[in-house]
């Protein structure tokens, strides 16, 4: 098994590509161990230490190190796990993912529709891969709502990102947003 690695813009996170489906359709994100129990690879991972984030996408893996941690040891760690965990038939989630709550006024889901289209075509297969994804959150007042998964969480540029890339799209198309804000789970 070859397992492909790319750098993303967060220097604490680098996505790991094992050639085969991770989660096919969705993500799912986790800032614990404790958390991470829904998931046998991202148990296996948080085993590793000087792991604190672990994101599962489409066709990747994101993991997120702590600063005490350098990637020349822990690289070599993470590629084992992986591979190991493809290799032992083990499922990547134990069990269904839980439903992401949306706040949406009911008279704006045609605009939330069209909101999330957007991010579905145009931001969040760029963001996949940076080794991130961005969940839709909620329109209100004008206001889209987004959670900032993966290598997006932390990155220095994600801020600008939201602010200057997102909000400018959304803004263009669909008339009715007024601005963007990062919202945590």
């Known amino acids: 098994m070859f397992i492909e690695t790319d750098v993303t813009p967060n220097p604490a996170t680098l996505k790991f590509l094992p050639g085969r489906e ?5 993500s799912a994100d986790f800032d614990s161990a404790d958390a991470a ?3 046998p690879l991202a148990e296996a991972l948080f085993a590793l230490p000087g792991v604190v984030r672990v994101f599962l996408g489409a066709d990747f893996v994101s993991v997120t190190r702590d600063d005490g941690t350098e990637w020349t040891s822990l690289k070599p760690q993470v590629l084992g796990a992986i591979m190991e965990h493809y290799l032992s038939g083990r499922p990547v989630m134990a069990g269904a993912q839980a439903e992401v709550d949306e706040d949406v006024d ?3 889901r045609e605009i939330a529709d069209q909101i999330k289209e957007l991010l579905d075509m145009r931001v969040r297969p ?3 891969g940076d080794g ?3 969940v839709f959150r909620g329109f209100r007042d004008g206001i889209v709502s987004l959670h900032m998964q993966g290598a997006c969480s932390g990155c220095p540029s994600s801020t600008a990102t939201l602010k200057m890339g997102i909000e400018n799209l959304l803004k263009h198309y669909v008339p009715e947003v007024k601005s963007v804000r990062q919202v945590m789970a």
């Not at 991770?22 to 969705?26: D, E, I, K, N, P």
């Open 106 to 108: 009911p008279a704006d």
């Open 37 to 39: 129990a829904a998931s």
């Open 22 to 26: 991770v989660l096919g359709q969705g």
């Open 126 to 128: 760029a963001v996949a």
């Open 132 to 134: 991130g994804d961005i």
